[in-house]
């Protein structure tokens, strides 16, 4: 082999082996990002749960309210509103529905 051919060869190695040691280190850093991205979702999807329970919550203190209320003092108009909520509440809650207010 000529000594040409033989340079050739060597400098080729060590760029080849450079390129494979930046494509090992670019399927690294994107297994690393989806693994980040993964995480990210699962804490935003917690966030999601946690926003909905404190909605639900939210929902139940405000029926709790309109079952609990004093009707006695409001006007005909006023205690025909708050029945019909209150019936609505009660239908949802024994159909096993969701908001009813």
């Known amino acids: 082999m000529s000594r040409a051919s033989t340079d050739s060869l060597s400098t080729s190695s060590p760029i080849q082996e450079l390129?494979?040691?930046q494509l090992a280190?670019?399927?690294e850093v994107e297994k690393v990002r989806s693994a980040q991205?993964?995480?990210m979702m699962a804490v935003e999807r917690e966030k999601l749960k946690l926003k909905q329970d404190r909605m639900e919550l939210e929902r139940l203190k405000?029926?709790?309210e309109i079952m609990n209320m004093d009707l006695s003092n409001m006007?005909?108009?006023q205690q025909a509103y708050y029945i019909a909520l209150r019936q609505r509440i009660l239908a949802a809650t024994r159909a096993g529905a969701g908001p009813s207010v």
């Open 19 to 21: 390129a494979e040691r």
């Open 62 to 64: 405000e029926e709790k």
């Open 25 to 27: 280190l670019k399927a």
């Open 75 to 77: 006007t005909e108009d």
């Open 37 to 39: 991205f993964a995480e």
